[in-house]
């Protein structure tokens, strides 16, 4: 018996139809003005969306559907809309938001590796909350700094400008420090809140995503 969809998994197919569908009419445009290197990127955008879509199913692991919303939504802002569309360039808080918001995605994420780390007790939760909050703040900044290293590498190899150079430090360094310090502050805000409803034994967003994570992903958990 095939599983019927969920509100979540219904938001995310529309959120990648709307996604593909102006990532190509601007493909289009693009092309037509003989501009290549956004078109690749824009072709490379969207086949990446669209095999993760399409072969989620077929992973190991299953992500439940709103943390896949809020990943399309960011990879689409600030692949797409920051880079091919020039947002970092035009609205000047774009970076900073970003930023802050891989902080909060990769603090999630750091959650929900607990579970899998812990799988050796199907659902009781052994780890003290002071633990989880720490592993999710430390794995979300490890993530954030090694995102620099890999925009560092690719401005020193191939001349892009994924470091936003300012006009009082055009090496970079400011931007990248910056871009560090935001990560980290959303880091800690998501680390913080898991600990409070956790210390408090009460349910939050985190909790309901991780019981589906859980659910869709029973042989994780061994008891």
């Known amino acids: 018996?095939?599983?019927?969809?969920?509100?979540?998994?219904?938001?995310?197919?529309?959120?990648?139809?709307?996604?593909?569908?102006?990532?190509?009419?601007?493909?289009?445009?693009?092309?037509?003005?003989?501009?290549?290197?956004s078109a690749f990127l824009i072709l490379t955008i969207a086949l990446l969306i669209l095999f993760v879509t399409v072969f989620s199913h077929r992973l190991g692991v299953q992500i439940p559907a709103e943390f896949q919303i809020l990943a399309l939504v960011f990879v689409f802002a600030a692949l797409f809309l920051g880079e091919v569309q020039g947002y970092y360039e035009r609205i000047w808080?774009?970076?900073?938001?970003?930023?802050?918001?891989?902080?909060l995605l990769m603090g999630i994420l750091g959650?929900?590796?607990?579970?899998?780390l812990n799988e050796s007790s199907r659902i009781t939760f052994t780890m003290t909350p002071h633990f989880v909050a720490f592993f999710a703040f430390m794995f979300a900044v490890a993530v954030g700094s090694l995102?620099?290293?890999?925009?560092?590498?690719?401005?020193?190899?191939?001349?892009?400008?994924?470091?936003?150079?300012?006009?009082?430090?055009?090496?970079?360094?400011?931007?990248?420090?910056?871009?560090?310090?935001?990560?980290?502050?959303?880091?800690?805000?998501?680390?913080?809140l898991g600990w409070w409803y956790m210390k408090r034994d009460r349910r939050s967003f985190i909790d309901t995503w991780i019981q589906k994570f859980i659910e869709r992903n029973p042989d994780w958990f061994h008891s």
């Open 93 to 103: 808080w774009w970076d900073i938001a970003l930023h802050s918001t891989s902080g």
């Open 111 to 116: 959650f929900l590796l607990v579970y899998v």
């Open 147 to 192: 995102w620099e290293i890999f925009e560092f590498a690719m401005d020193s190899i191939f001349g892009t400008q994924m470091q936003k150079p300012m006009l009082n430090d055009p090496s970079g360094l400011t931007d990248t420090m910056w871009d560090m310090i935001v990560n980290t502050i959303g880091a800690m805000l998501i680390s913080l």
């Open 1 to 37: 018996m095939v599983e019927k969809p969920d509100a979540a998994t219904k938001i995310k197919r529309w959120i990648v139809i709307i996604i593909i569908a102006l990532m190509a009419l601007d493909f289009v445009v693009v092309v037509s003005e003989a501009r290549w290197l």
